[in-house]
């Protein structure tokens, strides 16, 4: 109940496209939706996050839509650039009023080509 | 303000010896968390710090521990290390605020193999 799954594994697009990556998660206690983007060497760096009183929010070129009776949520890169190409993770956070932890999808390599 | 810090960033050793990470949060963050990053399984929480105290623990065997100290700065340890421990070692650091989910933000990594 705890997993957050994440798809597709891989992505390619075209310079100027758009970018969808797709989470589903089980547990209704989750209470925090965070992207983060990870380049090789680098830890993850927070993108956007929501938390499920919303449906969507947007950060420039970032939107995040969320569905909460599906039970999903996904990230749309708009305009798509070679420098966007990173390894993107959706994750969940569970806070038990004893703290707080993320439960991470497997990941979404993206490669933007020129 | 100056991100979250991890030393080392590289780290050597054999199996069956062990290992500790240091860890030292954004300014003002009391919440230390760790993360374990391999390509198998992916990003895992192994355990999360409060004021000293351990408030979360993931599901790691016993050889993986921690600690905070006052200052809100944090290590953790791996003994009896096993090749499969070579992992990035993340850690994240949030403000600790009660009643609800926060951002996280994570450090470089500690890249940890074990030959």
């Known amino acids: 109940q705890q997993q957050v799954k994440q798809s597709p594994q891989s992505l390619i697009v075209q310079k100027g496209g758009i970018s969808i990556i797709n989470c589903a998660y089980e547990?209704?206690?989750?209470?925090?939706f965070p992207w983060y983007q990870q380049f090789p060497g680098k830890g993850p760096a927070l993108l956007i996050a929501i938390r499920p009183d919303v449906s969507e929010k947007k950060e420039g070129r970032f939107t995040i839509s969320f569905n909460k009776s599906a039970k999903q949520f996904s990230l749309h890169i708009m305009d798509s650039q070679p420098g966007d190409s990173a390894t993107y993770f959706c994750a969940a956070s569970l806070n038990n009023n004893a703290g707080n932890m993320l439960t991470f999808g497997g990941g979404t390599r993206l490669m933007v080509k020129p | 303000k100056a991100g979250v810090t991890q030393t080392p960033r590289y780290l050597i050793k054999t199996r069956g010896q062990q290992v500790t990470l240091s860890c030292s949060p954004i300014s003002g963050h009391r919440s230390v968390s760790w993360y374990q990053q391999t390509p198998g399984q992916g990003l895992q929480f192994l355990f999360e710090y409060f004021s000293e105290t351990q408030r979360n623990k993931g599901n790691f065997p016993g050889r993986f521990s921690g600690r905070q100290f006052s200052n809100s700065r944090s290590e953790m340890n791996v003994s009896t290390l096993e090749l499969g421990d070579s992992a990035l070692y993340l850690c994240?650091?949030?403000?600790?605020?009660?009643?609800?989910?926060?951002?996280?933000?994570f450090g470089p990594g500690t890249r940890l193999l074990v030959l």
């Open positions: 994240a650091s949030s403000v600790g605020l009660a009643g609800g989910s926060e951002t996280q933000y």
């Open positions: 547990n209704t206690a989750f209470d925090y």
